[in-house]
């Protein structure tokens, strides 16, 4: 029987109507807006000005703390201005805008296709160039990579883990980097292990993607310590919680990093570009974006340069369609709802969803009638009703002690619910206020 | 394009809805309507019609003319407890006490707690003992299957086999003895006993049970758990003295253990949240029915212990509480 996460979990239509589109690369725009703040922690500081002439690759702002990371400019062409614009979080935040002339990248940067397989940096190396590179976690949550390969003082790590589920519906784009990045992706993981210093990595591959399993197992072969591990359907797999523990039975304790079970978890995509930054010198200045929707003419997958607008890429997937009532940025589940077509494609990035009119709003809440499947659904084994009915009744303690923290936000539980009840709505607003109440008592 | 909907995630929805849960319990009741329609005439039909048009009505006028709120009788959960309360009488009991009980069952058992989520008793099982605290011999008139009454004193009543066991015990004879005399346990398992209109067909309620378990209306554990501690316990008693104990079959198939463990323990709002919450309450039901049955007055235990151990819900959900994540001690090297 296929492996799978221990607790709760659902399985939503799959919807994946762009698996199998060849990754298209964007053509360059004529404008980028390119955020300071696309991975969590502190947002970095710009280090150009207006007027600068800036390359593809060049650094345009500079990492201000341990988490967090470097941008680099993902065109060539002059700083227009350094201004706040609405990103993907509906608020307004500093970003650098560029205007572009030609395509002219730094000269460091390996541009051929060549595959590079000899890897001479040493682990330390490896993680400066990481951070350097500023990559950040690829399938949507933007931590930065160097700050997880760094492993703290006194904890080890003995299996990398590969995150290559995709467990949300709609979303191809590291599907897709499987099918055509498949030996960067071996080499990538190689490097990640050398870093980490563990002789063992699992690719964790949900079965509803055979042709993956099979392309990536065949070239895992030819490199010793890497296995691909399948993995029977099921949301949230792709929570790095729940992977760990689908694929190497350990449960990471509330409250604690996935080290604290001697893993380290990366996503594919971001295995694709560590092996570019180490190997290529390449900075993270690009990704694969999925543009998809029922109502979307042209499913794909595209390769865009961060601070693209995202209506460059529903364009070229068909145009908004005339019955678009929302537009997530990333899947249905965990995905943002964007409030315009200027915003642009920023380093989590990882879909962007056309919802009809139809599908847009959601139906009338009713009474809980206790019918207990947001229990089962709950991947953390929380009880969404209860912690529901605690934060609307603010009584923080409680909640603390429910566990409320735990909440991955998975949606799992508003999904499920019969009575369309908000659950994750009134948890997340929850966590808000007993996190403050948790931070202000340890200072 | 119009304007854009912003909301938070998540964006899609499985569908469930509180529609599709409580008429799919109507729909794993009507084999055992149908069975007990065969069994006890068209009787046990017009008990039932009455009990449901009688409940959505009181739900209906509490709604909207005392609460003056909006009226959900549309959402199918005053028609499970219609079909409940009309399960739990005898199939000749006169159509005005099923009235009362429909009074008491919606509006003391479910609208004054809050109505549907809110309950914190069954809603036809506080209908069902009012009845029989207040109506005893009407209660408690059965009528033999196969035989249609038409009116009140025709009835040829039929003992069910839970009451003459429990007096044949009391004059001293041994459970076997009373069991070759009584209906044989595959009888038992078809319906065709004397007792309540829909207590008796267990087989179709088994049926309703596979289908909601197939529905993921409700998961295994409540109806496990009380029909495996009836068993277990009712076995340990005959295994002790099987001179004044009956056999734990006898127990299992008699009275209204199947239809109580099937679609009134699992009554949502009335039973724990949490799978072993729905053990430990479970077992409680089991053991109390046949103590009640074993020890106490009444010939039947289920109503009373579903009843008590519902007021037994707050505080299992209190203490009993779902496996977290990460409880389970870590293997790092």
Same mark, same amino acid.
């Given at each position: 029987m296929l492996k799978t996460f221990s607790l709760g979990g659902i399985h939503p239509p799959e919807n994946k109507f762009s698996a199998g589109k060849q990754i298209e690369v964007m053509p360059v725009p004529a404008q980028v807006a390119i955020p300071i703040a696309q991975h969590i922690g502190a947002p970095a500081t710009p280090v150009v000005q207006k007027g600068d002439t800036v390359k593809?690759?060049?650094?345009?702002a500079k990492s201000s703390g341990f988490v967090s990371t470097n941008i680099h400019s993902s065109v060539s062409g002059t700083v227009f201005k350094i201004d706040d614009i609405v990103d993907a979080s509906g608020y307004k935040k500093a970003a650098i805008i560029i205007n572009v002339e030609g395509d002219e990248w730094e000269e460091s940067i390996d541009r051929s296709a060549d595959l590079v397989k000899e890897i001479t940096a040493s682990p330390e190396e490896i993680i400066k160039k990481v951070g350097e590179a500023g990559i950040v976690g690829l399938g949507g949550a933007t931590f930065p990579s160097h700050v997880k390969l760094s492993v703290p003082p006194g904890k080890t790590c003995d299996v990398l883990i590969l995150n290559a589920v995709e467990c949300e519906p709609y979303l191809t784009a590291d599907h897709q980097i499987m099918l055509e990045k498949g030996e960067e992706i071996m080499v990538g993981t190689q490097i990640l292990m050398k870093s980490l210093k563990v002789d063992k990595a699992i690719i964790g591959i949900e079965n509803n993607k055979p042709d993956a399993i099979k392309h990536l197992t065949e070239l895992a072969s030819s490199y010793p310590g890497i296995t691909v591990e399948p993995l029977k359907v099921q949301y949230p797999q792709g929570g790095e919680k729940q992977l760990i523990d689908a694929c190497i039975k350990r449960q990471i304790p509330s409250g604690k990093l996935p080290i604290e079970v001697g893993a380290v978890v990366q996503n594919v995509g971001t295995t694709v570009a560590v092996y570019e930054a180490v190997q290529k010198n390449k900075p993270l200045f690009e990704r694969v974006v999925t543009v998809t929707g029922k109502s979307v003419s042209k499913p794909s997958n595209f390769l865009a340069r961060i601070g693209t607008p995202i209506n460059n890429l529903i364009e070229a997937a068909g145009?908004?369609?005339? /019955?678009?009532g929302k537009i997530i940025g990333g899947g249905p589940m965990m995905g943002k709802a964007l409030t315009s077509t200027e915003i642009p494609v920023t380093k989590g990035s990882s879909g962007i969803l056309i919802m009809k009119n139809e599908e847009a709003k959601r139906k009338k809440m009713q009474n809980c009638i206790k019918c207990s499947k947001c229990i089962s659904a709950c991947a953390m084994g929380l009880e969404p009703y209860l912690l529901m009915t605690l934060s609307d009744k603010q009584v923080w303690d409680r909640a603390e002690e429910e566990k409320i923290? /735990? #909440?991955?936000? #998975?949606g799992s539980c508003s999904y499920t619910c019969p009575s369309q009840r908000p659950l994750l709505d009134y948890i997340r607003l929850g966590k808000g206020k007993v996190g403050q109440i948790m931070r202000s008592r340890t200072k | 394009m119009s304007t854009l909907t912003i909301s938070p995630s998540p964006h899609v929805h499985s569908g469930d809805s509180v529609k599709k849960n409580m008429y799919g319990v109507v729909i794993a009741m009507i084999p055992a309507l149908l069975f007990s329609v065969y069994n006890f005439g068209i009787g046990t039909l017009s008990v039932v019609i009455t009990s449901v048009l009688a409940c959505v009505f009181f739900e209906y006028v509490i709604q909207k003319y005392l609460l003056k709120g909006e009226v959900t009788i549309t959402d199918g959960s005053a028609i499970i407890t219609g079909i409940l309360l009309g399960f739990n009488l005898p199939s000749v009991i006169p159509l005005w006490i099923i009235v009362i009980g429909a009074l008491v069952s919606i509006g003391i058992g479910k609208m004054s707690f809050g109505g549907l989520g809110n309950n914190p008793f069954n809603p036809a099982l506080v209908g069902r003992v009012f009845l029989l605290i207040s109506f005893p011999v009407q209660m408690t008139s059965w009528v033999k299957p196969g035989v249609l009454p038409m009116s009140f004193a025709d009835i040829t009543s039929g003992a069910t086999p839970l009451g003459l066991m429990k007096e044949a015990i009391k004059t001293g004879q041994t459970p076997a003895q009373i069991l070759e005399t009584l209906p044989s346990y595959s009888d038992m398992l078809w319906g065709?006993?004397?007792?309540s209109a829909g207590e008796m067909a267990g087989a179709a309620i088994l049926l309703g049970l596979v289908f909601m378990l197939v529905r993921k209306i409700i998961t295994w554990h409540i109806p496990v758990a009380v029909l495996g501690s009836v068993y277990i316990f009712s076995a340990l008693l005959h295994l002790a003295d099987a001179a004044i104990y009956a056999p734990p079959t006898f127990h299992l198939l008699s009275g209204g253990v199947l239809l109580g463990a099937v679609f009134m323990a699992t009554d949502y709002s009335s039973s724990p949240m949490s799978n072993k919450g729905g053990i430990i309450f479970g077992i409680g039901i089991g053991v109390i029915t046949v103590a009640i049955r074993v020890f106490?007055?009444?010939?039947?235990g289920i109503s009373f212990a579903i009843l008590i151990m519902n007021a037994f819900v707050p505080l299992i959900d209190k203490y009993v509480k779902p496996k977290?994540?990460?409880?389970?001690?870590a293997v790092a090297k």
């Open positions: 593809v690759g060049t650094l345009i145009g908004l369609p005339e /019955d678009t923290m /735990d #909440c991955i936000e #998975c | 065709f006993t004397s007792g106490g007055a009444y010939p039947e977290r994540f990460g409880e389970k001690p």
